[in-house]
């Protein structure tokens, strides 16, 4: 059975079933808002283009009009950050990248939404904020005890391979993930089907110096010991801590896969690596679990879909497996006159059944209901495979939750598209890396002598975000 | 072929001198390297996307508006394309009337401070936009411009002053101040004979003024992305978006750059003889 | 307050209005001028104070919580003991410098191809002039897209020759020296189009006369061009080499879109140090002393351009 009409059947399926879900009431309070138009601002990224087919439905029933404003991925935290800080409220709907969440939450350009939830006037009974899995909830949209964003979608970052090309090359890939997939496994498969005179390269990696944030990370944790989790880059008394032997190993591993890239990829983005994967050139390549569906499994793509493994990064040498949380959610500008009216929208969007229906065109999961639900057995299995790390292993605090994150992922990126273009080391480029961090967290005010205010470090108790939705403040 | 040759002057109204085949092998040379990338992507873009992401370039495929019905019927870029067209239109007339006078003060009169009239107003081109972004951002919003076709209409306005200020200076510099007397002794006022006598004879020049300005604006980015989004959005900021926003899709890119390059490809196709002779101070000379 | 000063001037009675006309040498010229400079001054001026104002403090925007006070020259200081910031000083004056010295002489040589008589020189004016009427950013992701390995035509083409010659595929955008290079090329691509229109247009305005009398002298082909035409060309050179040179400065979507200052920071000129301190980092502080230190080198640069260029024209006229 062709992938293809596999979709059209599940979506066969999913039509029937939604079709006994009852459709949202809008209440008696909502109807106010009626001729209201809210701005929303969110990235041209697949798992919103998959949710915005749906907004003629709310703009029918609730009579407020939707504006999108799509910004490519690389200007949306400054453009957002420019309204919010000259505090314009002309956006009302801000998706918020969970990376970001410290930044704007603390700088308190975000409302909390928490009023609005247990508002009945504004919320569908059916809503169920429990239905969330509670980590991804709070991993999302929870700073300080207080409750910002919804989240519309989360998951690990992952490698995707081609299934029928180890096939060809007579071994098997993992199904999905287990412990048995390591960094030398990866690189010993791509190595085996390397071969660049007929077009096929073993890893399109992502080393240019905006990614390395979001792709040599899950590298990084990799290669910890079960005894320095926790101290990836800064210790208990905030001190950096990145300058050690496990950044330099993960640092020369993520490199050694250069010996799959063409000569001329230093500078490549998550644009291209994916390019060059959808085209058929390349065996394995970075992904997101949101994308997976817009990228590789869209249905218009023959040289690609349903031929690939969707795995999780590989774990390192001392077992440890990366527990990336990756996540998008929509929050409300605190500037905004129309706050009831743009929770309203959220509330919709984050319902189970927008939620439930959108999975056919790529969005993903937050709720328990729909991770569990037949349309994503059968449309999107990889989601089902994911649900148990994302409910009990993944750490909303990988990219640590501060402020200061941009300014440590650039001085990541940088160091180490230095070493990958051979201009220095992974030992200088860690040594590189914990003095200009530490600068960063000393204009942070984080060693300000005496200071006790100092934020939790909450990834060393994960505990803390498996709280109820419900009881967030 | 010798050094010499090469830079062998010839006034237009010299006499033809035999050409030389490397003359042309040169100019060919030139105009390939300068046209086949836009060709190339004109050709993308009318590709459909399995040949837009093949891993060898595709040289014979069947032409598709796959990218074009994209962007004009899922997108509506049309929309944008005419806020560009309208910001475009309206910030190259206005620049150029207003610039137009201050050039001609600068050309004609021998006032004190001139010259550093003349040296500030191109400094006012000289900031990066992003060092003025965040203070233009804070007058747009008091003065509610955000977001609107007039906001940039005046932004572009005001940025391209230096540039017409500066091209129309040494135009009207040229032109011999006694027609203007004459036409004055004649009994027109200063404006009617400006109207009557100057401004014709500059009109090539301002008309090669006025194209320039209308690519630097219909072209401008950094701005565009950071003061509009919905309402007022124009074609620059749009295609970065949905081109390659999130993964590269060139054929979408392609269709995109046939849309935004079309109109001022087909404008200096028409104009390029007014553009040339108007630049050339297409004047009367001794 | 120019204005006021010489208003008062005229000793006869005439209404305020009439004072403001052509007929008032001194004024008239101001009030032809007024518009310009009040748009000038409205959209300038306040950015300028802005940033003066700025660039004394420690404003990070996206951090309101930090406590503002007043530093001084501090930013500045701290800019001064930057490594990051002379390498960007660096990278910037090269590409700048190398980038219109090849437009430049590239631009003039077509130019003067173009002066001899040649069959179809319009329609090929217009194919040369295409890279100029793009947008920057189109120019920037064609280019991304020559680039790009497979379908670009940059790679399977020079780069498939230079395999083919036993060199191995050119890392045009990954060799940090390389990269600036392959900027340069794309900014020459560009740009040598408006060099070349500045330039054409400035010989065709250069009158017969003097070459005539340099043939009866039977002065070689180099001394004319040296001693005639450059001269002559000097107010259309002032012109395109100083525009150009306040561009090439400040160039922002061909580093954005085709290397992000990247690989390593061999491609960061000023002006992405400054986005990313202004726009990434919101830095406000710094950003504003940066671009006020931006400002300050390429006003000497244009100084210096037009001192050199315009001090002779005036004495060859």
Same mark, same amino acid.
């Given at each position: 059975m062709s992938i293809i009409t596999k979709y059209g059947f599940a979506a066969t399926?999913?039509?029937?079933?939604?079709?006994?879900?009852?459709?949202?009431?809008?209440?008696?309070?909502?109807?106010?808002?009626?001729?209201?138009?809210?701005?929303?601002?969110?990235?041209?990224?697949?798992?919103?283009?998959?949710?915005?087919?749906?907004?003629?439905?709310?703009?029918?029933?609730?009579?407020?009009?939707?504006?999108v404003d799509e910004i490519p991925f690389d200007q949306l935290r400054q453009k957002s950050l420019v309204e919010m800080q000259q505090g314009t409220g002309r956006v009302d709907v801000f998706a918020v990248d969970v990376m970001w969440l410290?930044?704007?939450?603390?700088? #308190?350009?975000?409302?909390?939404?928490?009023?609005?939830?247990?508002?009945?006037?504004?919320?569908?009974?059916?809503?169920?904020?429990?239905?969330?899995?509670?980590?991804?909830?709070? #991993?999302?949209?929870?700073?300080?005890?207080?409750?910002?964003?919804?989240?519309?979608?989360?998951?690990?970052?992952g490698t995707t391979f081609r299934g029928d090309v180890a096939e060809a090359a007579g071994f098997t890939l993992p199904e999905k993930f287990d412990d048995s997939f390591t960094t030398e496994y990866m690189y010993e498969a791509a190595s085996k089907v390397h071969n660049p005179e007929n077009g096929m390269i073993g890893f399109a990696n992502v080393p240019g110096r905006w990614f390395w944030g979001v792709t040599?990370?899950?590298?990084?944790?990799?290669?910890?010991?079960?005894?320095?989790?926790?101290?990836?880059?800064?210790?208990?008394?905030?001190?950096?801590?990145?300058?050690?032997?496990?950044?330099?190993?993960?640092?020369?591993?993520?490199?050694?896969?250069?010996?799959?890239?063409?000569?001329?990829?230093?500078?490549?983005?998550?644009?291209?690596?994916?390019?060059?994967?959808?085209?058929?050139?390349?065996?394995?390549?970075?992904?997101?679990?949101?994308?997976?569906?817009?990228?590789?499994e869209d249905g218009g793509n023959a040289t690609i879909n349903g031929k690939n493994k969707h795995l999780h990064t590989p774990a390192g040498p001392h077992g440890v497996i990366d527990p990336w949380f990756g996540s998008w959610g929509m929050g409300i500008s605190v500037d905004t006159e129309k706050k009831e009216a743009a929770w309203t929208f959220i509330q919709w969007l984050t319902s189970k059944a927008i939620q439930e229906r959108a999975i056919e065109f790529g969005a993903g999961p937050s709720r328990h209901s729909t991770y569990k639900s037949e349309t994503v057995a059968e449309i999107a299995p990889w989601w089902t495979d994911t649900y148990e790390f994302m409910l009990t292993e993944t750490n909303p605090d990988e990219r640590i939750r501060t402020p200061e994150w941009a300014e440590?992922?650039?001085?990541?990126?940088?160091?180490?598209?230095?070493?990958?273009? #051979?201009?220095?080391d992974a030992a200088e480029a860690a040594a590189n890396m914990e003095k200009k961090m530490t600068n960063v967290m000393r204009r942070g005010g984080y060693f300000i002598p005496g200071r006790t205010d100092l934020p939790k470090q909450l990834w060393r108790d994960l505990t803390y975000y498996d709280r109820l939705p419900s009881e967030w403040n | 072929m010798s050094f010499q040759d090469l830079y062998k002057i010839e006034s237009p109204a010299a006499p033809?001198?035999?050409?030389?085949?490397?003359?042309?092998?040169?100019?060919?040379?030139?105009?390939?390297?300068?046209?086949?990338?836009?060709?190339?992507?004109?050709?993308?873009?009318?590709?459909?996307?399995?040949?837009?992401?093949?891993?060898?370039p595709t040289w014979f495929f069947k032409p598709t508006f796959e990218a074009f019905h994209f962007l004009i019927v899922e997108k509506g870029i049309m929309y944008n394309f005419m806020n560009s067209t309208i910001v475009a239109v309206a910030s190259t007339f206005f620049s150029v009337v207003i610039g137009m006078f201050c050039a001609y003060a600068l050309a004609r009169y021998d006032f004190t401070g001139r010259d550093d009239v003349s040296f500030w107003v191109l400094t006012n081109r000289m900031m990066p936009p992003v060092a003025i972004l965040l203070p233009i951002f804070i007058t747009f919003q008091t003065l509610k411009l955000l977001d609107t076709r007039l906001g940039l209409i005046i932004l572009y306005t005001a940025m391209q002053l230096p540039f017409v200020v500066w091209m129309l200076t040494g135009y009207f510099r040229d032109i011999p101040k006694r027609y203007e007397e004459s036409a004055m002794v004649d009994g027109d006022t200063w404006f009617q004979a400006f109207r009557k006598v100057t401004l014709p004879l500059m009109m090539p020049s301002i008309t090669a003024t006025s194209i320039f300005v209308m690519i630097l604006s219909w072209n401008e980015f950094a701005?565009?992305?950071?003061?509009?989004?919905?309402?007022?959005?124009?074609?620059?900021?749009?295609?970065?978006a949905y081109s390659i926003g999130a993964s590269i899709q060139w054929n979408i890119l392609g269709a995109a750059v046939i849309l935004i390059t079309a109109p001022l490809v087909l404008f200096v196709l028409i104009m390029q003889r007014q553009l040339i002779s108007g630049l050339s101070q297409g004047v009367v000379k001794e | 307050m120019v204005e006021v000063s010489m208003a008062s001037a005229p000793a006869e009675r005439k209404s305020f209005w009439s004072k403001l006309g052509p007929s008032n040498k001194k004024v008239f010229p101001w009030v032809l001028m007024a518009p310009t400079l009040i748009i000038l001054v409205g959209i300038g001026i306040y950015p300028f104070l802005y940033a003066l104002n700025i660039a004394s403090q420690n404003i990070i925007l996206s951090k309101p919580y930090i406590p503002r006070f007043d530093v001084g020259l501090y930013q500045y200081q701290l800019l001064m003991h930057d490594p990051e910031f002379w390498k960007a000083l660096r990278v910037t004056l090269l590409f700048t410098i190398e980038a219109v010295f090849i437009e430049f002489w590239l631009g003039l040589g077509l130019a003067l191809l173009f002066q001899r008589s040649i069959r179809g020189a319009s329609v090929m004016r217009i194919f040369i002039l295409i890279p100029m009427i793009l947008p920057p950013l189109v120019a920037a992701l064609i280019w991304r897209y020559m680039f790009f390995p497979g379908a670009g035509l940059v790679t399977h083409y020079v780069g498939g020759l230079s395999e083919w010659l036993g060199f191995g595929q050119i890392p045009f955008l990954s060799d940090p020296t390389l990269a600036l290079q392959t900027l340069i090329f794309v900014d020459v691509w560009e740009w040598t189009p408006f060099m070349f229109l500045m330039l054409s247009a400035g010989l065709?305005?250069?009158?017969?006369?003097?070459?005539?009398?340099?043939?009866?002298?039977?002065?070689?082909?180099?001394?004319?061009?040296?001693?005639?035409?450059?001269?002559?060309?000097?107010?259309?050179?002032?012109?395109?080499?100083?525009i150009r040179t306040m561009d090439a400065f400040r160039t922002f979507e061909l580093i954005v879109v085709m290397t992000r200052g990247g690989p390593g920071?061999?491609?960061?000129?000023?002006?992405?140090?400054?986005?990313?301190?202004?726009?990434?980092?919101?830095?406000?502080?710094?950003?504003?002393?940066?671009?006020?230190?931006?400002m300050m080198v390429i006003i000497v640069m244009s100084f210096v351009f037009i001192r050199v260029f315009r001090s002779k024209t005036e004495v060859a006229e």
């Open positions: 399926i999913a039509a029937s079933f939604v079709s006994v879900t009852p459709v949202m009431a809008q209440t008696e309070y909502q109807k106010k808002f009626e001729g209201v138009e809210l701005n929303v601002m969110n990235p041209a990224f697949p798992q919103f283009a998959a949710l915005w087919k749906f907004l003629p439905e709310f703009e029918e029933q609730y009579g407020i009009k939707i504006n410290a930044e704007y939450a603390a700088a #308190g350009f975000l409302a909390p939404v928490k009023q609005y939830v247990d508002n009945p006037e504004l919320t569908a009974e059916g809503y169920d904020i429990d239905d969330f899995l509670p980590r991804v909830l709070s #991993g999302t949209g929870v700073y300080n005890d207080t409750l910002y964003t919804i989240p519309i979608g989360a998951g690990p970052v040599y990370l899950p590298y990084l944790y990799a290669f910890q010991t079960p005894e320095t989790k926790g101290d990836e880059y800064v210790g208990e008394d905030w001190k950096i801590t990145i300058n050690n032997q496990h950044t330099i190993d993960s640092i020369d591993y993520y490199v050694s896969l250069k010996d799959f890239m063409p000569a001329d990829s230093a500078n490549w983005g998550i644009g291209e690596a994916t390019q060059l994967y959808q085209s058929g050139g390349a065996f394995g390549v970075w992904n997101y679990q949101d994308f997976i569906t817009g990228f590789f440590i992922s650039d001085i990541m990126g940088e160091e180490g598209n230095r070493v990958w273009i #051979g201009e220095i | 033809h001198k035999p050409k030389n085949w490397w003359v042309y092998v040169i100019i060919l040379l030139v105009c390939f390297v300068n046209f086949m990338p836009y060709l190339w992507i004109v050709m993308t873009g009318l590709m459909d996307r399995e040949a837009a992401t093949a891993s060898t701005f565009a992305t950071f003061l509009t989004s919905i309402e007022a959005k124009t074609m620059p900021p749009s295609i970065m | 065709a305005s250069i009158p017969r006369q003097p070459y005539e009398a340099a043939e009866i002298d039977g002065a070689s082909a180099w001394r004319v061009f040296w001693t005639i035409t450059m001269p002559l060309l000097r107010p259309a050179i002032l012109i395109a080499v100083v920071n061999a491609t960061t000129t000023l002006n992405v140090l400054l986005t990313k301190t202004g726009l990434e980092f919101f830095d406000a502080s710094k950003a504003a002393a940066l671009s006020l230190l931006m």
